[in-house]
């Protein structure tokens, strides 16, 4: 920051006489104090004051000025930001101004029971004297200040640089500040306030400007985008068009011009780690690791089904044992013998022995032969079945409706074996023909196998949508198109939505004829909800799409299937960050933004700029007279922390040239220091012997009234 | 306190020698309705300069007319020369890109660069 405050505590505060003038410059920015005759002001700093609470003692402290953020931290300075005493250019709030006059002396060394020097303060031309009264009451009141002045900062610049020899007796100061900028005439040395301007546009608006325009660019950096730093890139950065038109189109080109002009300023960035793809050694662990969970898991296996061979082999021995023991057992205590194990029959052991053995062989990983094996028994098997009803025992007749079952049942499996012998043949015959065909014209079959694919694929994404999406079919696959409830529906429960609305509404409709005839119960069974489950067709086609699918990527090494294209599209893919991303670029705005010191109409204040100001300020001269004015445009002096903008005084020179008559002699002189020079100015105008005059007293104040300090006013040459 | 904070004298002390009439004396605690301040239209209305000669510098008349140069427009967003107006964001922009832009825009957006101007809605 161009602008270092100055806040060491002066320690010779005593050395200075009573009669020395402290002078301070009260602006809109900055507060400087200093002593009457010197050339720097031995403090100065941001004319703020913020009231935060301190984090640990939860006490509320003032800070004053602008200090080290790293020694902010200790406070909470959330709930009250920086406040300035200031609206627009005038002092309002007196407790603010207060603290800020009380660090002022602090820091200049007051140490005694009052402050015991005149003040010389500056002000803003023609300040409302409610301001200026409570000015004075305050330093009468709360510092015991002897005496007062009250000067404008223009001025005493003006009058600064009138003495370094830079302009002339009569002139014209053109003061841009932080909240507002005016044009002052000067004759003989003296300011005429009748015929001064001011537009309320200066740095603040500037920066502020600047602040939200790149906040809006930007709106995620808006937290880097503090006043501070814009502050600094508007200084660094910011210039004065020659011509703003000709300027923006140089941007609107593109031109080689525009990007040279164009800053960047990074922000601080590092790179997110590139992911490296798992090194040799990392997928060879890892498949190790996935080896032995899988070894682990056989062995369980393993020894699962060694356990159940076990069982089985043990019940498959006792059941033979019963058999054995069976055979020695006469025919009629069998009943009672068989009681004792739990079976009812010889022939349930003989199955149960049969059931046995299968699964054993079935556990041992053998065939399970057992249906082609009892194929040839059937017709012992079913014995019964042939047998009509009324022949039968009831046990028999149990026995008969088990024996249907169970050949119903191993008929049907033996269809559904033989249908799916079919269907392999049929495709082994497909395939055959397709590689025929490919053979024949291998490109003409791939495409047309591509078409295909393409067709069938379309057919069931469609099919799809229309489940998920009802009848929304506007290409919008994702599904992110519809909102709304009715578009989550497919289109059965569309339909049966429709019903049930339909249904409830004509309930209340006239007669309820409902049920006269007999179709009316239909729409019960087209309401109910088993009924939206779908046909056969989009199976088919399914697994056509899947047998296209699969040959494809067999003679296609290009070919990726769509579902798995489309799955990959589908999730949001992040850009990495990157360098740009971090960037903030300085376009247009850096001639953009002080634009408005000559076009305050493009934030909205609908007053003239700078260059007309001066044409406004010389028309307003109560003495007219063609040399007088060639006079004063012919020292036109530019002062304020705003005229530091580059290309300034070319502006400046161009515009007032165009609203002068031709032919007048224009110099634009910038101040020496256009930010210092008011301090010095006053500095210097404080150490005149003819000072005191100009001053008055708490005595004079009270005797003569809000009236005359109205009317008060230096006189700045003396 | 911390020594740091201490050392840099950042915290302005609550009594000061110099001071005829201490801060806490003149601003007691709790008592913030003592404080109000005037803002500076009311200020303004308090001067009553209509009761003094027009001729006779105030900081009311003291201010600069509107400017008599044509205002020329320019685009909300980018800088440029403006030719064109959007009258549904009331908007001005530059060219078919820009206006692309201002319509993707959330009205948030669009007032803000309103407000830059001065044109936005308030609402009261």
């Known amino acids: 920051m161009p602008f270092i405050s100055k806040i060491q505590r002066q320690s010779d505060y005593s050395l200075f006489p009573s009669t020395c003038p402290i002078v301070i410059d009260n602006g809109g920015s900055y507060f400087r104090i200093g002593w009457a005759g010197e050339t720097d002001p031995r403090v100065i700093f941001r004319n703020i004051v913020q009231r935060p609470r301190h984090k640990i003692t939860g006490e509320t402290v003032t800070i004053v000025g602008d200090h080290d953020p790293a020694l902010l931290k200790y406070f909470d300075c959330t709930r009250s930001g920086p406040r300035s005493a200031f609206e627009s250019n005038v002092v309002y709030q007196f407790e603010i101004m207060e603290y800020i006059l009380d660090f002022g002396f602090d820091r200049l060394g007051a140490d005694r029971s009052q402050v015991d020097h005149p003040v010389l303060i500056t002000e803003c ?153 798992p090194s040799e050694e990392e997928i060879a662990r890892k498949a190790a690791l996935k080896e032995k969970q899988g070894q682990r898991l056989r062995e369980m296996a393993e020894a699962k089904r060694c356990s159940r061979i076990n069982e089985l082999e043990n019940e498959l021995k006792g059941l033979e044992f019963l058999l054995q023991q069976l055979k020695h057992v006469e025919e009629n205590a069998v009943p009672s013998f068989l009681s004792a194990t739990g079976y009812v029959s010889k022939e349930e052991i003989e199955s149960a022995v049969a059931k046995v053995t299968q699964s054993l062989r079935k556990a041992k990983g053998g065939q399970v032969e057992s249906e082609e094996k009892a194929d040839p028994s059937a017709a012992e098997k079913y014995a019964l079945i042939d047998i009509p009803d009324n022949m039968l025992t009831p046990e028999q007749l149990k026995e008969k409706r088990r024996q249907l079952f169970l050949k119903t049942t191993s008929e049907g499996r033996q269809r559904a074996k033989q249908k799916r012998f079919e269907e392999e043949l049929e495709r082994e015959r497909q395939n055959k023909r397709d590689e025929e065909k490919r053979l024949e014209n291998p ?22 949508r229309q489940k998920t999406n009802g009848g929304h079919t506007n ?113 247009v705005e850096r001639f953009r933004c002080p634009e408005i010191l ?38 036109i002096l530019m002062t304020g922390g705003s005229c530091l903008f580059p290309g300034m005084d070319e502006r400046l020179e161009a515009g007032i040239r165009m609203i002068r008559p031709c032919g007048t002699p224009i110099r634009i002189i910038k101040a020496s220091d256009p930010i210092l020079d008011a301090w010095r100015g006053a500095a210097a105008y404080a150490a005149a012997m003819q000072f005191p005059q100009q001053t008055f007293t708490k005595m004079d104040y009270y005797e003569k009234g809000e009236d005359w300090l109205r009317r008060y006013q230096l006189r700045y040459t003396i | ?57 105030n900081y009311v008349n003291i201010e600069t007319p509107p400017s008599m140069h044509p205002c020329k427009r320019i685009c909300d967003i980018t800088g440029y020369e403006a030719p064109y107006f959007d009258p549904r964001t009331n908007m001005r922009f530059a060219n078919a890109d820009v206006f692309k832009l201002i319509r993707s825009l959330p009205n948030e957006y669009v007032q803000r660069y309103l407000a830059l101007r001065n044109a936005a809605i308030v609402l009261k």
């Open chain 1, 125 to 277: 031309a023609c300040n409302p004297v409610q301001s200026r009264s409570k000015m004075a009451e305050l330093l009468f009141e709360s510092y015991g200040v002897p005496s007062v002045a009250f000067g404008v900062d223009a001025a005493f610049s003006y009058k600064y640089n009138q003495r370094l020899g830079i302009c002339d007796n009569d002139g014209l100061a053109i003061c841009s500040g932080f909240s507002t900028s005016h044009a002052i005439p000067f004759i003989s040395g003296e300011p005429v306030y009748a015929a001064c301007c001011r537009t309320n546009v200066g740095g603040y608006h500037v920066t502020d400007y600047l602040k939200q325009l790149l906040s809006l660019k930007y709106p995620h950096h808006m937290s880097r985008l503090t006043w501070e730093k814009v502050e600094d890139l508007k200084m660094e950065h910011c210039y004065i068009a020659p011509d703003y038109a000709s300027e923006a189109k140089l941007f609107q080109n593109g031109t080689k011009e525009a990007e040279e002009k164009t800053r960047c300023w990074q922000l601080p960035w590092t790179p997110s780690p590139i992911e490296e793809p």
């Open chain 1, 443 to 464: 490109e003409l079959y791939l495409e047309q196998m591509h078409a295909k694919y393409k067709e069938l694929s379309e057919k069931v994404e469609q099919r799809k």
């Open chain 1, 475 to 587: 290409g919008n696959n994702n599904g992110s198109g519809g909102v709304g409830r009715g578009e989550r529906l497919n289109a059965a429960q569309k339909e049966r939505m429709r019903l049930l609305t339909t249904a409830a509404f004509d309930r209340g409709k006239g007669e309820d004829t409902f049920g006269i005839k007999d179709e009316d119960w239909q729409l019960y069974k087209l309401m109910s909800k088993d009924n939206d489950e779908d046909d056969e067709g989009p199976d088919e086609d399914e697994a056509e799409l899947a047998r296209i699918s699969s040959r494809l990527r067999q003679i296609d090494p290009t070919f990726v299937s769509k579902s798995e294209s489309g799955s990959t599209a589908e999730v949001p893919r992040f850009r990495p960050l990157s360098k740009e991303d971090f960037q903030i670029m300085l376009g």
């Open chain 1, 598 to 635: 000559f076009r305050p109409n493009l934030i909205g204040v609908d007053q003239a700029g700078l260059d007309e100001m001066a044409g406004v300020s010389i028309r307003r001269l109560p003495s007219k007279g063609q040399s007088l004015e060639e006079r004063i445009t012919n020292s």
């Open chain 2, 1 to 57: 306190m911390e020594a740091e904070v201490v050392e840099a004298e950042i915290v302005l002390p609550n009594h000061l020698s110099y001071k005829k009439i201490q801060m806490y004396d003149k601003y007691p605690k709790g008592q913030a309705r003592g404080r109000y301040w005037k803002h500076l239209k009311q200020i303004i209305q308090a001067e009553n300069y209509h009761n003094y000669p027009p001729e006779e510098p």
